[in-house]
T-cell receptor, first 111, second 109 residues
Framework: DTGVSQDPRHKITKRGQNVTFRCDPISEHNRLYWYRQTLGQGPEFLTYFQNEAQLEKSRLLSDRFSAERPKGSFSTLEIQRTEQGDSAMYLC?????????FGPGTRLTVT | AQRVTQPEKLLSVFKGAPVELKCNYSYSGSPELFWYVQYSRQRLQLLLRHISRESIKGFTADLNKGETSFHLKKPFAQEEDSAMYYCALEETSGSRLTFGEGTQLTVNP
């Protein structure tokens, strides 16, 4: 197992387009988290899943954002009608204990 | 709402000098505190958690509930300690992490 993977690593899109990111957690990790990180800031929580259930969503997660984790394995994060303010690094993490293991992130640039 | 503050965005020390990265938090309950580290071109990874009370790579951190602080310390900094350090708070086990803004530590030769 090579750890948490995220795809794509980089995404450039035009304002108004929809984008989808994928996260593959470490096998048997039941919890999966999404964070967003902008320049000069620490990661900010977006949402998390325990198995396939979405347990918490941040108020940062507007109705343009949706996340899924079908079958409790990989997860997708979709942003509809992207805005320039959505430009950020999107991080995924997984755990089955106390330590969250982070992926490399997907860097989104909205032009 | 919970909040984590790291007052220093940048910290520069010489090799062999002591280093202290400050972290203060605000939370009404009994949180769990962590330090995560990101080395250049690597992923964010756990350095240590307060409940384990262990030393990792020579770093220690003591939770001071009276001062609501969780400062990270190392008596003799090494060049390989240069990295971005984030303090993080977890309200309950398995819940989300609230991160501070991070401190970029540079250890000069």
């Amino acid at each position: 197992d090579t750890g948490v993977s995220q795809d794509p690593r980089h995404k450039i899109t035009k304002r108004g387009q929809n984008v989808t990111f994928r996260c593959d957690p470490i096998s048997e990790h039941n919890r999966l988290y999404w964070y967003r990180q902008t320049l000069g800031q620490g990661p900010e929580f977006l949402t998390y899943f325990q198995n396939e259930a979405q347990l918490e969503k941040s108020r940062l997660l507007s109705d343009r954002f949706s996340a899924e984790r079908p079958k409790g394995s990989f997860s997708t994060l979709e942003i509809q009608r992207t805005e320039q303010g959505d430009s950020a690094m999107y991080l995924c993490a997984s755990t089955r204990g106390f330590e969250q293991y982070f992926g490399p992130g997907t860097r989104l640039t909205v032009t | 709402a919970q909040r984590v503050t790291q007052p220093e965005k940048l910290l520069s020390v010489f090799k062999g000098a002591p280093v202290e990265l400050k972290c203060n938090y605000s939370y009404s309950g009994s949180p769990e505190l962590f330090w995560y580290v990101q080395y250049s071109r690597q992923r964010l990874q756990l350095l240590l958690r307060h409940i384990s009370r262990e030393s990792i790579k020579g770093f220690t951190a003591d939770l001071n509930k009276g001062e609501t602080s969780f400062h990270l310390k190392k008596p003799f900094a090494q060049e390989e300690d240069s990295a971005m350090y984030y303090c993080a708070l977890e309200e309950t086990s398995g819940s989300r992490l609230t991160f501070g803004e991070g401190t970029q530590l540079t250890v000069n030769p």
